[in-house]
């Protein structure tokens, strides 16, 4: 089984710069799921896809970020503009279904490293 | 305010021994608790979880053990292998939901 694909792994711009990253879940995965990880912290979620439509973005800055999985498949994360303080990992996960009352485990992709100059 | 809090950064152990990483959490409304395991470079991978009403789940090496009235939650490793040194990260779900909140990580280093 392919895992969750991620492009592209490494990313560096200057700020007010936009960005976009790429998502392919694992076939048959009807959840997407983007995080951001700030070094030194755990994984935070942005924005939760059940198949096309948001189950949850409260936590991704609507001002700046957008999200979309047209097809219920792949998915693009873009930040426009970027900011210092959006340097992070930001990581694609997918699962099974929803809900899975937390027994269906995320599969994570390895993530995009974002450096902001 | 942090939900799930990992108050040890880090932790050394000899292979062959055990590791022991701690998870406290705040409310006692969470029903899913996991661990996962994260090696630089890669995304973090599922490890072992436990639900809420469970006090213990094994599997092979690693044993999870749930104190509901501690709020607290606690990863055995026995016997460590140098391979299980990572980061690992405690997570908790909420209520059927899927959305994960991971506590800061402990970085585990097992010495041959």
């Known amino acids: 089984e392919a895992g969750v694909a991620q492009s592209p792994r490494y990313k560096i711009i200057e700020k007010r710069q936009s960005v976009a990253f790429w998502c392919n879940p694992i076939?048959?995965?009807?959840?997407l799921y983007w995080y951001q990880q700030i070094l030194g912290q755990g994984p935070k979620l942005l924005i939760q896809?059940?198949?096309?439509?948001?189950?949850?973005d409260s936590q991704l800055p609507k001002d700046r970020f957008s999200a979309e999985r047209l097809k219920g498949v792949d998915s693009t994360l873009k930040i426009q503009p970027a900011k210092l303080e959006d340097s992070a990992v930001y990581l694609c996960?997918?699962?099974?279904?929803?809900?899975?009352?937390?027994?269906?485990?995320?599969?994570f992709g390895d993530g995009t490293r974002l450096s902001i100059l | 305010d942090q939900q799930v809090k990992q108050n040890s950064p880090s932790l050394s152990v000899q292979e062959g021994r055990i590791s022991i990483l701690n998870c406290d959490y705040t409310?006692?409304?969470?029903?899913?608790f996991l661990w996962y395991k994260k090696y630089p470079a890669e995304g973090p991978t599922f490890l072992i979880s436990?639900?809420?009403?469970?006090d213990k789940n094994e599997d092979g090496r690693f044993t999870v053990f749930l104190n509901k009235s501690a709020k607290h939650l606690s990863l055995h490793i026995v016997p460590s292998q140098p391979g299980d040194s990572a980061v690992y990260f405690c997570?908790?779900?909420?209520?059927?939901?899927?959305?994960?909140?991971f506590g800061k990580g402990t970085k585990l280093t097992v010495n041959p």
């Open positions: 996960a997918s699962s099974l279904d929803w809900p899975t009352a937390g027994n269906q485990p995320q599969h």
């Open positions: 076939s048959g995965h009807a959840t």
């Open positions: 896809f059940q198949n096309n439509g948001v189950v949850d």
């Open positions: 409310n006692s409304m969470f029903d899913y």
């Open positions: 436990i639900s809420s009403i469970k």
């Open positions: 997570a908790v779900t909420q209520g059927g939901s899927e959305k994960l909140v």
